[in-house]
């Protein structure tokens, strides 16, 4: 950025229009979480009465906490294990759920893309040409609809309801990481490499403690991207994962429940509540975020 | 002293060393011993364990979950489950889902929104995407703070956005304009097909944020320099010069996009969720019909062979398309002179 903001003048017309745009675009987005947000510290009976615009009113409490106290007992969603009775699933159960679905998965697949990245970036073998070209490929050529058969696959090997499992299933290597994380370690010295092995270092211990070391910052910058992306996923949970129900599946269900007592204002203070441990971890993250990706592999 | 004669001894002796293993080599040429062909031996042997420990998973996961299903997805085009067992069914499948496309017409609604869909984001999302970049790469007046915000719906769950706008629609919408009545997510109406579409393309503002910044920021300063010193205006420095140098990674999502045309769904699920089998409600996209055939409460394993045959119909043609088209844009695409 020092790089363009030094060579940045004046705005013409054209940056102006779009700046604009941009603007605009920003009020927008905080105008519909505004109004998630507001509503969400409303009393349900002053935003059921009309109050949908205005702040709370004092009559009906004013600004309230009422709802966020509501999900915490009330934010719930009901799942049918096979053979056995139906049960609820309450918010602990759903968060426990989120964060090990997101952490195993963004794991096992951090792992094979890094794996196979540094093999193929660091070692001669015959294999070599036809892995890096696979990727490539499967990047490339879309192939569609293959849900039916993973869905089968998930029943038949037993892997539903399972995180492992599914991880397993999802972690294929070829993919946009694999290219990044190929890029980091090619531009990685080999004179590393062979420094740790002329003084004895074995090919595991100069992966483990000298080459995954120098890509720390990128995989933490993916780990970081892919938890959270794993975090928002409903529909892989919904599919694969429907008794271990996650705060996201759990939001999407939620959303249009019917159950006695659950009012718009629980639902907003539900998906409010879900959104800010996010937007706190990327706060924390931003810069190893947008500064890793931006500045490394992925280019152009 | 001590540590001087030490010194000046191993000095001596490494001279001594080198000088014999010159004359050695001199003498008999510079053949492995056997005990260093063992050790080499030894060194390829480890290579190859390790290699092959270390690439095992990653290898039999994929042909296991890639090769493994794609195979069984063709396989499952040709079947159909009867009588609670699988037989094989021909063409069967495929005249299905041949005849809904263009016989009777069921998925005429789905045909013309993903061609809508589709549009929207090739012909206005992929150029807006490059100009938000390149307007923040320009570094606009509070681009820091701007590039977090635009950065947040890829952050914060779709989910979110889809409740709040939600009930903004449906609450406050009418009394905003006064129209009692106003509902624009009735999944009834074609209205609903709109604004979901509008409201995913609002989502996706500034997609491919990241990305484009990189692409842009690995352009030569020299380059932005000259423009600067030329007093080129933006509109032509990012039509002449950005666009071409980021080609690359602009081909990237239009290759990526492509088979969009069959499988996106947009937003319509997480509004609507599944709909029910032969309800052709109006919002629906080829993408979401068949996602919804596997993903609704109802399917059952015989609904599987269907979403089959329709994937490996709309492989047929969107694989050899993107190549082609991919190869196109490489070969005429925009070049710097």
Redesign the interface.
Known sequence: ?A???K???K??A??WV??SI??L??I??F???G??FF?SFKDWYD?DL?N??GMPREKYGGFTLQNYSFIITNFRVQVKPLGRPPRYVYIEEMLYNSVAFSIIVSLFSIA?QV??S??CAK?E?K?KGL?YM?AVI????????????????A?ELNLKNNFIGIA???????GIYFLVFYASFKNISSTYMEAAEIDGA???KI?LQIMLPMVMSSISAVFVLQF?AN??N??TP??FAPERTTV?YG??MY??SVENGVH?TH??A???A??IP??I??FIF?NK??GN????G??? | MKEKEQTFFSKLFTKIKWAMYDLSVKLFGNKKTKIELDANKSRRF???L??FL??L???V??II??I???I??IL?AFKSFEGGKWVFCGFDNFKEVWDDLFVNGRLNVAVKNSTIQFALSFLVGIPLHV??AF??????PG??F???????????????????????AS??LP??TGIENLNILKSSQPSSFYTVLLFGF?LG??GGL??Y???M??IS?DV??YC?LENM???RL?WSIIVP?????IITYI??G??GF??SYGQF??FF?AAGKNSAPPYETLGYV??V???RDSAT?A???Y??A???M??MV??PL??GI?SLLEKYGPGVD
């Open positions: 950025m790089k363009s903001s060579l940045k003048k705005m013409d054209f940056e779009f700046y941009i603007i675009y920003v927008s987005l105008v519909v979480l109004f998630g509503n935003f009309g949908v615009l094979t794996m196979v540094y093999a070692y073998f294999l892995i696979v499967v990047m490339m050529v879309p192939i569609v609809g293959s849900l039916a058969a993973e869905m089968q696959f029943t397993i299933m999802c972690c294929k290597y070829p074995g090919h595991l992966f959270i975090f928002n409903y529909q919904m599919l996201a939001l999407f959303q249009s718009t639902k907003l539900a998906s409010i879900t959104a996010l937007m971890l990327f931003r975020i947008m990706l931006t500045m490394g992925i280019k152009g | 480890k290579k190859n390790f290699l270390f690439l998973f990653p290898i996961q994929f979950f890639y493994g299903v794609n069984n997805s499952l100009i938000v307007v923040m790469f320009r570094g606009v681009s820091k701007l590039r977090f915000v635009l950065f947040m719906p890829n952050m914060i769950s779709s989910l979110v956005f889809v409740i709040c706008f939600r009930y903004l609450d406050a009394l905003i609002w503002f500034a990241i990305i910044l990189g692409a920021s690995s300063t932005l320099e600067e205006s933006s509109l990012l140098l980021i080609f690359p990674t290759v990526v492509m088979a069959f499988t699920h997480s969720g068949f996602f055939t596997i993903a394993v609904d599987y062979p979403a089959a329709g994937g490996l709309f492989t969107i694989a993107t190549v991919k």
